[in-house]
């Protein structure tokens, strides 16, 4: 992020402007992602009128970037109209998309209409791997291709990439791919649970070792020494300081309408077909509670060694049961980070060590008749013994 | 008589108001600019058919406190910069707008 981004976004802060929203226009998608936390069946999305109603009242809020995802974009048939009213009402566009529908003219259409810039989601350098991952074959093929269509556009694409246990192996793979296509490259370990609170898909995760070696990897990490460093112990500023943007400076709508401070924090703060747009954002009881927490409110994170340095996520913690809580994904982050174990780590490891052996509970089995015991279902050798 | 020149946003940047500042970003590049109140103005009047000189006069000179020639040398110089980084476009003739930019909202 360039410094005067940085200024842009601290004097929205100040100014409790909205500066930047994902708007997801539709969850449906024509790949179906193993590590997917969606529901791809159209439960009744907003339509071009009522979304061209939000984009008006965004931009009379002051939104200026404006992130387009989904689902797939292209999905939606009215999405060039859409587009093309965002950009009549002059939002920095950024698109989030798995390119699979975008040939030249699509290429040639979003560069006519100033998209800032694309992401396109890769998730290994072997077709067979990317599209095991997508479960659709060739969906390689069609995405590489189109990147190379928005390149010769002249457009800033962005290849992102999940790592997850499917794809371990395979991300030097995808950033050899982008450096071919002279694209930028991200890499995210991040695996987000399904939006009805299944939190299965967290089997796809990667595991701390794996992690510990990708922190150490110098392709992605340019100083890993002052990367992996323990961190320093918070300071009264840290504690003061505010846990991300979401709710603060960006917040996210759903296909349904419904307003989230963020993507991955899936708290409903109102429904922009029932209200405006800057009416939530002024006046929703959650966002004000959400604008209200300072580190030193979180209760395991404001005590844990790495309260100042954690990327912890308000809203995985919240998916965890409580958005002053910490988040377990992030603190296994810090950990394989910097080896030192988080609060809610070694929390954890405490309540799941097996109790010692209570024989006070055993000594009392025999006041109990045979019959009842059978009845509650404890095995016999538990009062043998 | 010295040619008319006109101006006009170019329609591939992205702008927004924030606070007393706006903020433009070019698509060339994805460089970010804030403009002054001064150039604001110009900016925002620089609709393609209004010459330059008019809108000094009719926009710039009444809301600033500035001498008309001055004022112009300023703006001239304004709209070249502006017009070297994709943000505004320059001609003798009036431009037709190609993407209907109606208003800059202000939150």
Sequence with gaps: MSVLMQEMGERALRLGVPFSVQLDLTYRCNEQCVHCYLDHDDHGEMTTVEIKRLLKEMAEAGVFILTLSGGEIFMRKDFFEILEYARELTFCIKLKTNAVLIREAQAARLRDLGVESIQVSIYSGRPEGHDAITKVAGSFRRSVAAIRFLRAQGLKVVIANVLMTENMRDHHGVRVLADELGVKYTLDPTITPMMDGDRSILDLKAGVSELHTLFRDEAYISNVDEFCAPPPAPDADSMNSLPCSAGHTACYVSPYGEFYPCVQFPLSCGNVRQQRFIDIWRNSEQLKEIRSIRLRDLSSCSQCAHGSTCTRCPGLAFMEGNMRGPSTADCEKSFARTGIPSKNLLAKKETASPPPRQLVQIQIVPAITGSRLSGIGVPASAVAS | ?107
């Design chain 2, 1 to 107: 008589m010295s040619k008319k020149v006109y101006v006009a946003r170019s329609p591939r940047i992205a702008a927004r108001m924030l606070g007393e500042e706006m903020l433009v970003m070019s698509a060339q590049g994805s460089t970010l600019f804030t403009l002054n109140p001064t150039a604001t103005v110009l900016w925002q009047a620089a609709d393609g058919a209004t010459p330059l000189d008019e809108i000094v006069e009719s926009r710039i000179c009444s809301e600033f406190e500035v001498k008309p020639e001055e004022a112009m040398r300023d703006a001239e110089a304004l709209a070249a910069d502006l017009a070297k980084h994709g943000i505004l476009l320059i001609s003798e003739e009036p431009i037709p707008s190609k993407s209907p930019v109606q208003e800059q909202h202000r939150p």
